[in-house]
């Protein structure tokens, strides 16, 4: 171990132990070296929040921590943001639930994001969305609307006439 990575522990430690009120530690890293650090602090009632890359966090580290945030859904984060700027705010928010959900179906890696099966991821996370609300008649409304605002990209299906997500835009334009 390098000396930074002992004075990190060190440091969390006499923190933890030290410092009652301090009860969340977040660690910017994806070394399962930590996890020992990750386990004593758990341990000792402290909140452990755990953020690194996804193609090299250890699955160890990951699942010790109480919460682990990826740092390319930040990046996702911000590029909604940046696609939702301008809207109507009812708009943004159901936009928002629709980035949401079809980030979270790829990353559950499904092959064909259905408009039906978006919907129900919608629904899933929050019950009481309803695409009228939004001033939608009807979801694909709503998914035509996104596509028309450059945050999805849609395919029809020839066989059922319902529409496929083939992709999230990176943004729309100014």
Known sequence: KNSADIRMVVDALDLAYSKGHVD??????????????????????????????????????????????????????SKKTTA???????????FAQLIEAIQALQRENKDTLW????????IRKNPAFNESYYGYSTFSKLLEEAAKQRIVTLEKDAK???YIITSLEEGRPV
């Open 84 to 94: 939702l700027r301008g809207l109507p705010e009812k708009k943004a928010e159901a």
């Open 160 to 162: 059922s006439g319902t």
């Open 115 to 122: 408009g039906s099966m978006v919907k129900q991821t919608m």
């Open 24 to 77: 969340t530690f977040a660690l910017v890293s994806g070394d399962s070296d930590f996890s020992p650090l990750v386990s004593k602090l758990r341990e000792n009632d402290r909140y452990v929040i755990g953020l690194g890359v996804k193609s090299s966090s250890s699955e160890l580290l990951v699942g010790n921590c109480d919460e682990f945030i990826f740092y390319e859904d930040l990046i996702r984060e």
